[in-house]
């Protein structure tokens, strides 16, 4: 299963709602989680099964969709929000993660 | 708090097999599945394959069959071998588990880069 996420890029402001595409190239039903990785760091999930939170994610992160259309959005962005964010889906073998989604400082 | 810790040379030469060992602490190596994911430098995310305790085993068909898991209970260790490696092989190494086969990936390793080169 191919992940497209979109835009490859995003260009915003301390304050700024982000709002990430993630779209399968055939349905995942839920099994869509999202993950936020910054330079020279593992990954962290954020997002599971779609729309829930992970352990000690912040509230400002939130998930929707299912299917093959999904969105992570930060209704707020912090200034330890800029990193680049991944979706991943566990529906069908092999795992796969999508390209990726750079929130950068405006 | 589980930590895992990735380890292994550094640099690889070509048509050798790459040896990485993820230690674990703060859990049992029984109690989750254990993903190997790598990193190409500046790229994305590539999940390798899983192991578990069960003995149950899924890799990435990309991998063409070169790669091997294994479990040492006793270390409380992960292990991945990867066979007749090339520059493609290039990456960030990232040890990784997960509650359930599909499950997304709770804890991570820092990652440790190894290089294909002669």
């Known amino acids: 299963i191919v992940l497209t996420q979109s835009p490859a890029t995003l260009s915003l402001s301390p304050g700024e709602r982000a709002a990430l595409s993630c779209r399968a190239s055939?349905?995942?039903?839920?099994?869509l989680a999202w993950y936020q990785q910054k330079p020279g760091q593992a990954p962290r999930v954020l997002i599971y099964?779609?729309?829930n939170r992970a352990s000690g994610i912040p509230a400002r992160f939130s998930g929707s969709g299912s299917g093959t259309d999904f969105t992570l959005t930060i209704s707020s962005l912090e200034p330890e929000d800029f990193a680049v964010y991944y979706c991943q889906q566990g529906s069908k073998w092999p795992l796969t993660f999508g390209g990726g989604t750079k929130v950068e400082i405006k | 708090q589980v930590q895992l810790q990735e380890s292994g040379p550094g640099l690889v030469k070509p048509s050798e097999t790459l040896s990485l060992t993820c230690s674990v602490s703060g859990c049992s190596i029984t109690s989750y599945y254990w993903s190997w994911i790598r990193q190409p430098p500046g790229k994305g995310l590539e999940w390798i394959g899983y192991?578990?305790?069960?003995?149950?085993?899924s890799d990435n068909p990309s991998l063409k069959g070169r790669v091997t898991f294994s479990l040492d209970t006793s270390k409380n260790q992960v292990s991945l071998k990867l066979s007749s490696v090339t520059a493609a092989d290039t990456a960030v190494y990232f040890c990784a588990c997960g509650q359930y086969d599909i499950s997304p990936f709770d804890y991570w390793g820092q990652g440790t880069l190894v290089t294909v080169s002669s």
């Open positions: 192991i578990h305790f069960s003995g149950s085993t």
């Open positions: 055939q349905s995942v039903s839920s099994y």
């Open positions: 099964d779609a729309s």
